[in-house]
């Protein structure tokens, strides 16, 4: 099971970059607003992943 040491190492712009193209080629698309709005969309997005990756892996807070 992974932890938080390795997830620095893990969660990389590349796996971020991955989810965004997956989702978009389900058809979700980022906000329009600049290169600002999307800044601030992907930090959050960042750490909706963490949360995924602490769930797939079965660990808990």
């Known amino acids: ?3 938080s040491t390795t997830d620095i190492l893990r969660i ?3 796996l971020a ?3 965004q193209a997956v989702l978009e080629r389900h058809g979700y698309r980022l906000p329009s607003g600049g290169e600002h709005v999307h800044a ?3 930090s ?4 909706v992943l ?3 990756v602490e769930t797939f892996e079965g660990r808990t807070r």
Do not use: A, H, K
């Open 44 to 47: 959050r997005v960042d750490v």
């Open 1 to 3: 099971m992974g932890n």
């Open 17 to 19: 970059t991955e989810v």
């Open 12 to 14: 990389t712009p590349l």
């Open 50 to 52: 963490r949360n995924l």
């Open 40 to 42: 601030l969309v992907l």
